[in-house]
């Protein structure tokens, strides 16, 4: 799960982390009455979206009066936004954060992830951070330091110390690093956290770090345990058709191409997208209905699947390992009746009761195409969207 900006420095604020002084907006009038709650005579106008970039695409502005701020906020507030990371799709932009105007000196860079093939939790950091963080780490690999934290003996400050001199800060910004990277990674851990990026981690000219801007993104498995995590989600981010998905307890995620896929199991979708791309065609989803699957997920999947114009072809890879292929052909029997498919089905079955499964959907009279393995499903399915 993503979160906004202000919800992030929220979170870096509850463990010891120095953030700027700032209040959220819905309004024009609700930004100019919160910028009169801040002190000084410059404030940021910030659109809050679930995407990095925003700067570049006009979403970061610097007021330096009330006037100002209601007009930026108004210009934002209501609109959608599109930057670099959001592959071409517009965001709503709901709320705006009001920030105090701060004097940059430089800006750096640090994020917190899980590293798997360390197995560990690993720090990023660069003295040379901000908007074209991705463009210093392929031009610059040297100015990108890495620190892979031992999961026992969890964060020393003396590790923290090491990465900050690394990165050219004096004796002041090294214990104030320490202090950040300690507050991060209490807050990563405790929260059962995916990614946290401070970019920029900025140096003020009165040589304190400050962190200017945040991004966190929480572990979905974990989000059980914390409901005040939970309580944060903006659904309206979020791609539709995903959410409704995640309502069914369905991992779903929507991509570009025109053939539909349903399968049991992240591994087994993942090796059917591959093998569609691998015959000439382009998926239009990852779908997996899991292991426990029930006729009515079938469906609602079916339901999913069909909610986008640009499917053109369905094709269901299932393994009957934990769920029977009879009851998944019955679901599918079932789906295709009520939502009254148009298009294509192929399928493919394996495994527990895979004969009676097969028997259901030959003698089902619907037009549904049976393959003998995965390869075979997959041409079968492009040959359908491309008419051959």
């Known amino acids: 799960m993503n979160f906004h900006e202000y919800q992030a420095k929220q979170l870096f604020a509850d463990y010891g982390i120095a953030v700027p002084t700032g209040r959220v907006a819905r309004t024009s009038d609700e930004a100019v009455a919160a910028a009169k709650e801040i002190p000084g005579d410059l404030?940021?106008?910030?659109?809050?979206?679930?995407a990095g970039g925003r700067g570049k695409a006009g979403g970061v502005k610097l007021a330096k009066s009330f006037d100002e701020?209601?007009?930026y906020a108004k210009a934002m507030l209501g609109t959608k936004m599109a930057t670099y990371q959001t592959a071409g799709v517009e965001l709503p932009i709901d709320t705006v954060l009001i920030s105090e105007g701060t004097d940059i000196a430089n800006e750096l860079y640090l994020s917190v992830l899980v590293d798997r093939d360390t197995q560990s939790i690993t720090f990023i950091a660069s003295a040379e951070g901000g908007m074209d963080i991705e463009q210093v780490a392929a031009e610059k690999p040297e100015a990108i330091h890495t620190l892979n934290v031992n999961y026992v003996e969890g964060l020393q400050p003396y590790q923290c110390r090491e990465l900050g001199f690394a990165m050219g800060l004096n004796a002041k910004q090294v214990g104030q690093l320490s202090k950040i990277m300690l507050g991060l990674y209490r807050l990563f851990n405790e929260k059962d956290l995916a990614l946290v990026e401070l970019n920029p981690l900025a140096i003020l000219t009165?040589?304190?770090l400050a962190v200017l801007d945040g991004k966190i993104n929480s572990d979905d498995n974990a989000t059980f345990r914390h409901k005040d995590l939970a309580a944060m989600r903006d659904i309206r981010q979020e791609d539709e058709t995903e959410v409704l998905a995640s309502q069914h307890d369905l991992n779903y995620v929507t991509m570009d191409g025109n053939i539909?896929?349903?399968?049991?199991?992240?591994?087994?979708a993942m090796a059917t997208m591959d093998?569609?791309?691998l015959n000439g065609g382009e998926p239009a989803n990852f779908l997996d209905v899991g292991g426990g699957a029930?006729?009515?997920r079938v469906t609602?999947?079916?339901?999913?699947?069909l909610s986008s114009d640009k499917v053109e072809a369905i094709f269901v890879n299932i393994f009957g390992g934990i769920v029977r292929c009879d009851m998944i052909a019955e679901g599918i029997i079932a789906a295709v009746k009520e939502v009254d498919v148009k298009v294509p089905v192929i399928v493919r079955l394996e495994g527990t009761n895979v004969e009676a499964g097969k028997d259901l959907l030959k003698n089902?009279?619907?037009?549904?195409t049976p393959a003998d393995d995965i390869n075979d499903g997959a041409k079968k399915a492009v040959a359908a969207v491309s008419g051959k």
Do not use: P, Y
Request: proline share 0%; charged share 20%; aromatic share 4%.
């Open 43 to 50: 404030w940021v106008v910030k659109a809050q979206i679930h």
């Open 69 to 71: 701020v209601r007009e």
């Open 206 to 208: 009165n040589g304190d």
């Open 260 to 268: 539909g896929c349903m399968v049991n199991g992240a591994g087994l």
């Open 275 to 277: 093998v569609i791309k």
């Open 294 to 296: 029930t006729k009515e």
């Open 300 to 305: 609602e999947a079916f339901k999913l699947i």
């Open 364 to 368: 089902s009279g619907l037009a549904i």
